[in-house]
């Protein structure tokens, strides 16, 4: 099946309906990420502990269109946390979704909470 | 206030408003730009990425942000029907009118269709603009549908002509070159070297047809082939016309300016036309009676007409216009400066040609011998940027000329300067117009110390980028002359080189990349940081990749190959490709289960491709088994020690090359280092392992092995250099071990033994001073060193199956036990692959 780009919107803070119980933190890498599945999206959620911080983007690499970036090594750049995918090192910001090593379209972003040691995801359908 | 409008938003015509924002005070000037393509302003020299990526913002020059934030005002798919020049008035297809004081005409120019009998048929394109391509794209598709191996041929066998070729192979058709004149590339070679030329590319699957000239397009509607003779029919399904071009020039010829007799608007070196308020510039400007069509000498006349409307009357266009070219064609390097062709009366040419090897190399020197006049280079053109420079600057050329292409042979110096010798006024970039001086002032005053810094502050690079290598030379040259050391930090996050990491992680016998990061270095880290102290910390404590999983590239991090649509590949260890009937069965055996492509490598082993994550440790569980371990294929580690028979079956074997070569690659596995390393091992020297492209070889010779080191295939291919000759099995070995140490202390991350080897002042004979002679004195900690990585290998796959935790980690989801369904598969040949996207 091709993904469908479309699926994935960012969500903001403000237009959360649903906070969707993903997994416990522990499944989680330190420094590190794994994928979600929520319907039919891919999620890359990024335990980011150096920074006490957690962020949640779509697993899909918009340079080639794979389900990648959650196995991606995370870092930061000038103070910008960020994903390197881990196929072509194309680096996207954590915060904004921005492509910060060439001009492609953003990724989107999610907002993501922590509660009772599990992690939650913020959408809005 | 005055009005300036730019009809026209190609290359050229964005180059001009670039140029023109750069210099003006925003208020002073108002600027309009029409463009009748529906994109902003986009590279068309690198059209056929588009086919790579079908990415057309990654190919526009500046986003539509760009204009408003520069107070431009932008009109696409807007066309100019006229110019009004009493009133000083153009009027749009939408019929709007808008004033100028200053015009200036950047419409480039269109394909010239040939007259040809037949050309309007359906699959006849042209090769110009992004929707060129996409009707091209969509129209092979369809076609592919329905033909089995379909065929296109390209009209033209010019540069744009090739690269129309490449395109179309890269959209699975076979490829058709159909030229009128008798050799390829007719403009920029001579026919020695367009044969050469044509050789490879036949090599690679493109079609060549020569001296045709064609009748007519055969097909009821559309296209089934061409015709040149009475018999002579080409079948295909589709065509692209890649004739040459014709400028774009109606405008200026219905309002009245001055015109060539076969196209073109004239224009003055001021790039004035025959009205002194209208300038034109690009593929319609006809200049010395010439048009040009390489972006270089569009982007200078921007540049002059820019500086002509803002009073600057002295900069105008030069006489002679450099036509020098470097491009890379289908993956080879192809080259023209100068006076390519050189009549003999002139001058005389020293010519090399290796047929063979795809190589062609001439340069054309004047009857003194004192200066170089041109020249073409066809399969490697490493040197144009020095030959051009010696060219345009007239430098005094050395005693024996044909060292420039041939390199020193027999112990004379390198016949090429440094960049620091060519004078201040050398054109470094020429797509935009720096000099050596302006990089070097650059670097020296306003503190430019990188080649990403020059880059934001001249811009030189930031065309075609064959200048980078010549910039980084001048960057790093113009900092020593300062007296400063040029700092090798690894990333913004650590200022020491991966040498002084090396140093500082064995002193302060740190172990956690977090607690390194805390003590030395800032922030938190990143894609380039995290492997490489992954690397050092391997290195001295032979740890594996499991235990600080999250710092190791993804490879490393799934000890796996990650593949095209994010499945990986597992390769077990075959130690010199030796493997039992048993081994082979077993593979095929747990293949086939998990219905894995299987293919042998390079390297004597066989590659198990499209393995999913949580497969892996499945896999791997079987293939442990049955006696296999991994392979690191995916780690900057030891990948194979090649082998051929040897004296064991071969009649002309002088020593045993596999067990020699089992030996070392089990001396060897598991060790990881700055990047990949691979060895060989030659019975004879007829050299059927490779040894001498490796990063380390031996050869059994009579008396004894040649040891060799720093070779290596890949891009730059590099030949091995002799290390020690005629030495027995044990001083080989720790030869090798003394040189591998060696290099994994002191090279940069990602940096191959060859690479290392020409950066190391001294070279191969500091290598051997160090390894042989042990001039520093640390033979015996390199030796001990070595040993410990010896003697505490294990296999990390092992590792992960055994243990829970680990083996956790190869989920795709963490929340769902389903599958990435967007992996999906199509058969190739009885076997599968990654299904492309659409």
């Known amino acids: 099946m091709i993904p469908n780009l479309n699926i994935y919107q960012t969500v903001e803070a403000d237009q959360v309906s649903i906070w969707f119980k993903a997994a416990p933190v522990t499944k989680f890498p330190a420094n590190g990420g794994a994928c979600v599945k929520y319907k039919d999206k891919q999620i890359a959620v990024f335990n980011h502990s150096r920074e006490d911080a957690w962020y949640a983007c779509q697993n899909l690499c918009p340079h080639k269109m794979e389900m990648v970036l959650s196995r991606g090594l995370i870092g930061e750049e000038g103070g910008e946390p960020k994903v390197a995918c881990p196929l072509h090192k194309n680096s996207f910001s954590l915060k904004t979704g921005k492509h910060l090593n060439g001009d492609l379209s953003p990724i989107t972003t999610y907002p993501i909470k922590i509660e009772d040691g599990f992690v939650y995801i913020g959408f809005s359908e | 206030m005055k009005t300036i409008i730019v009809v026209g938003n190609g290359m050229v015509g964005y180059k001009f408003c670039e140029k023109f924002v750069a210099k003006v005070n925003k208020e002073s000037f108002k600027l309009i730009v029409f463009g009748e393509e529906p994109r902003v302003a986009y590279d068309r020299v690198h059209l056929s990425e588009y086919f790579e990526n079908a990415d057309a913002e990654r190919l526009s020059m500046a986003p539509r942000s760009w204009y408003e934030e520069n107070n431009i005002e932008l009109y696409t798919h807007e066309r100019v029907t006229d110019i009004h020049r009493g009133s000083k008035t153009i009027t749009t297809l939408s019929e709007k009118t808008f004033n100028y004081d200053y015009l200036v005409l950047a419409t480039g120019s269109t394909p010239f269709v040939p007259q040809i009998n037949g050309v309007d048929k359906e699959g006849v394109f042209v090769y110009r603009t992004i929707e060129d391509l996409e009707e091209t794209l969509d129209y092979a598709k369809k076609i592919k549908e329905k033909v089995t191996l379909p065929k296109a041929a390209i009209l033209g066998g010019g540069l744009l002509g090739l690269e129309a070729a490449k395109a179309v192979m890269d959209m699975g058709l076979e490829p058709h070159v159909v030229e009128f004149a008798p050799k390829l590339m007719p403009r920029q070679l001579d026919t020695r070297s367009s044969k050469v030329l044509q050789v490879k590319l036949e090599s690679m699957g493109i079609n060549v047809h020569l001296s045709k000239a064609t009748n007519q397009i055969l097909g009821n509607g559309h296209i089934i082939g061409m015709e040149f003779g009475e018999d002579d029919v080409l079948n295909v399904d589709m065509l692209i016309i890649s004739a040459g071009i014709r400028p774009r020039d109606e405008l200026g010829k219905s309002c009245g300016l001055k015109m060539g007799t076969r196209g073109g608007i004239v224009v003055d070196n001021k790039m004035r036309t025959s009205d002194p308020d209208i300038f034109a510039i690009g593929e319609i400007a006809l200049y010395n009676q010439m048009i040009y069509g390489l972006v270089a000498p569009g982007y200078e006349m921007a540049g002059v007409a820019v500086d002509q409307i803002l009073g600057e ?197 740190v172990s956690d990349y977090d607690t390194l990061l805390d003590e030395v270095g800032k922030g938190h880290g990143c894609e380039i940081c995290k492997p490489a102290i992954a690397s050092i910390f391997a290195s001295i404590y032979n740890e594996t990749a499991n235990r600080q999983e999250t710092i190791q590239d993804t490879n490393d991090r799934f000890l796996a190959n990650i593949q095209r649509n994010g499945t990986y590949s597992v390769v077990p260890r075959v130690a010199a490709g030796e493997i039992t009937p048993k081994q082979l069965l077993a593979i095929g055996r747990i293949a086939q289960k998990y219905d894995l492509y299987t293919k042998i490598t390079g390297g004597q082993r066989i590659d198990m491709f499209g393995a999913q994550l949580h497969e892996l440790p499945l896999i791997w569980e079987e293939l442990i088994a049955e006696g296999f371990e991994t392979g690191q294929a995916y780690g900057k580690s030891l990948r194979t020690v090649k082998s051929c028979v040897g004296s064991t079956w071969c009649r002309y074997g002088m020593d045993e090359s596999v067990t020699f070569a089992i030996d070392i690659e089990n001396r060897y596995k598991g060790i990881r280092s700055p990047h990949k390393i691979k060895g060989g091992v030659s019975g004879c020297i007829r050299e059927c392992a490779e040894a001498r492209n490796k990063d380390f070889g031996f050869i059994a010779v009579e008396g004894g092995w040649n040891v060799y080191i720093c070779g290596n295939g890949g891009a730059n291919p590099k030949h091995a250099q002799l290390l020690a000759e005629k030495v027995d099995k044990a001083t080989a070995t720790q030869y090798v071990d003394r040189f591998l140490m060696y290099y994994i202390q002191t090279a940069p991350p990602l940096t191959r033994t060859a690479a290392w080897l020409e950066k190391l002042d001294g070279g191969i004979d500091y290598v051997k001073d160090v390894v042989i002679n042990d001039c520093l004195g640390i033979a015996e900690e390199l030796d001990q060193g070595m040993q410990n990585l010896v003697d505490t290998y294990k296999c990390e796959w092992k590792e992960a199956v055994e243990n829970p935790e680990i083996r956790a980690r190869y989920t795709h989801f963490v929340n769902s036990e389903e599958q990435d369904d967007t992996i999906e598969f199509v058969s190739l040949r009885e076997q599968k692959m990654p299904k492309a996207w659409a």
């Open chain 2, 313 to 509: 009357q002295s900069t105008t266009m030069a006489e002679e216009i450099d036509m020098s070219t470097k491009l890379k064609l289908i993956g080879v390097d192809v080259a023209s400066f100068g006076t390519p062709f050189m009549p003999a009366e002139k001058g005389h040419s020293i010519i090399f040609e290796n047929k063979t090897e795809s190589l062609y190399k001439r340069i054309n020197v004047s009857h003194d011998g004192k200066k170089l006049l041109g020249g073409i280079l066809v399969g490697d053109a490493n040197d144009y940027n020095m030959l051009l420079q010696m060219y345009l600057n007239e430098m005094p050329l050395p005693k024996n000329p044909e060292n420039l292409i041939l390199g020193s042979r027999g112990g004379e110096d390198v016949s090429f300067g440094s960049a620091m010798d060519l004078p201040d006024a050398a054109v470094v970039c020429s797509c935009e117009a720096v000099t050596k001086g302006q990089i070097c002032c650059s670097v020296k005053d306003d503190g430019n110390e990188s080649v990403k810094a020059i880059a934001k502050a001249t811009k030189a690079t930031t065309g075609c980028g064959g200048c980078k290598p010549m910039v980084n030379d001048l960057v790093k040259e113009s900092l020593k002359s300062l007296g400063k050391v040029v700092k090798e930090s690894i990333c913004e996050h650590f200022e020491y080189s991966r040498q002084e990491l090396y140093d500082i992680v064995k002193l302060k016998k």
